[in-house]
């Protein structure tokens, strides 16, 4: 198995620090006005019709410490239901991600370009295009990128390369819709045995950079690699991205983790599942944590078939058998914890890419304590590729052609 590690190194760029000034003034302008094998690409609950109203209060923080933030009370209509508003179409956009507070936020789509959104649409040009180094195939492509929530000019991609291995690097702004391809560092690489569960997901976490892999691909753990503590394959990987530390196997088990999320202190896993069961896996983020595949997919057992031994496992906390609505392959998403919709605050929100479905699952003190399925109120999306959210924490769904925001529908 061939893995490479080049540490990052900081170059002197201007535009992280002009970025983090204007996003200074914007807040303090607000501070002062504020009111089988699953088909590619990527890889039981209730209606919900519950209407409710809110009370939220928001607040504003300036960096100046003479001021006080300035705290506004809002009083919500009536939430009827949610809904999918189209802000964008593109060629199988996969992820969108934003600063908190930007008024910018990136699409990536898989042919490898990434296009800038500005609240009311895609704009044109795109910020990145490196589609001639991106091998766009079935599971391979550009498969996610991210952010650094500290030095604003850096910006990281995880894709396939041209013969299918995994890339992670980094880029810097020249502007804010605008990355300078040359200024491609190439962070981290890893031979890919097969084209498909090359996984997806990149996120930082508390200052360190997450990279979920899949288990090399075939099926069945071909390479007997979702075990195997040896291999970086099959698991969420920790990569510092500020020094020469080697990348960590940090939690391992995994079958193809295309998407996960971290809120506070836990990690939501959608682990797509082989044949009979998708998963969505919540536990601590911590190091060491074995989710079990190919010893058990879903909450059974797959190798062996029966009566395997599940001791030291952590074993999903939602199962969803394939048939069930269309299932075919879980497309996880993010926990909400924007300030349009309070009253679905910490749901966690996960479709799947033939199901089309929007569902939801609340996470508190150790177990499932609310699912719901949100479809029959903003109908289906089609084929669902991954999740995202905008600078003000506002969840998106994209499809392999469109870009959907999740809005309120509130009374009158």
């Known amino acids: 198995m061939n893995v490479g590690w080049v540490r990052s190194r900081k170059r002197d760029v201007t535009w992280g620090h002009m970025r983090r000034a204007l996003l200074t003034g914007l807040l303090a302008v607000a501070a002062c006005t504020s009111s ?68 910018i936020s990136y699409l990536a789509t898989k042919d490898g370009r990434v296009l800038a959104y500005d609240g009311s649409g895609l704009l044109e040009a795109p910020v990145l295009d490196i589609s001639d180094q991106v091998r766009n195939d079935r599971e391979q492509g550009l498969l996610s990128i991210a952010l650094h929530p500290e030095e604003t000019d850096r910006f990281f991609a995880h894709y396939s390369d041209n013969n299918g ?27 890919q045995p097969a084209s498909n569960h090359n996984g997806g ?26 075990q195997n503590t040896d291999t970086l394959l099959g698991g969420v990987v920790r990569l510092s991205v500020n020094d020469d530390s080697e990348p960590l196997l940090w939690q391992y088990g995994l079958r193809n983790p295309w998407r996960f999320w971290f809120d506070r202190d836990l990690i939501y896993i959608a682990d797509v ?13 911590e190091e060491g944590i074995n989710y079990g595949w190919p010893i058990t ?15 030291g496992l952590t074993l999903p906390v939602v199962e969803v058998e394939h ?29 799947d890419h033939c199901g089309g ?13 609310e699912e719901m399925d949100w479809t029959d109120q903003v109908g289906g999306a089609g084929s669902v590729a991954g999740f995202g959210v905008d600078g003000q924490g506002e969840m998106y769904v994209a499809t392999t052609e469109s870009l959907l925001k999740v809005v309120a529908v509130r009374a009158e």
């Open 323 to 351: 048939g069930d609505a269309g299932t075919c392959s879980i497309i996880g998403g993010v926990v909400y914890r924007g300030r349009a919709i309070p009253e679905i605050d910490g749901h966690y929100f996960y479709g």
């Open 201 to 226: 997901m990149i996120e930082f976490y508390q200052g360190d950079l997450f990279l979920g892999l899949g288990d090399g691909g075939g099926g069945g753990d071909r390479f007997g690699n979702g």
């Open 297 to 311: 997919e879903g909450l059974h057992c797959f190798s062996p078939a029966s009566e395997c031994d599940e001791s």
């Open 273 to 285: 599942g082989q044949n009979a069961f998708e998963e969505v896996n919540v536990a601590a983020a």
């Open 36 to 103: 089988g094998e699953e088909p590619a690409p990527p890889p039981s609950t209730a209606d919900s019709t519950t209407s409710t109203s809110a009370t939220i209060t928001t607040t504003a923080e300036t960096t100046t410490t003479t001021t006080q933030p300035t705290t506004s009370t809002t009083t919500l209509a009536e939430l009827q239901s949610l809904a999918y508003e189209e802000v964008g179409r593109a060629d199988f956009p996969v992820e969108m991600t934003a600063l908190p507070g930007s008024e």
């Open 357 to 369: 479905y929007l569902r939801s699952l609340v996470y508190r003190d150790g177990q499932v304590v």
């Open 165 to 191: 291995d995994t890339v992670v690097s980094e880029f810097t702004f020249s502007s804010s819709t605008e990355l300078d391809a040359a200024s491609e560092q190439v962070l981290f690489t890893i031979d």
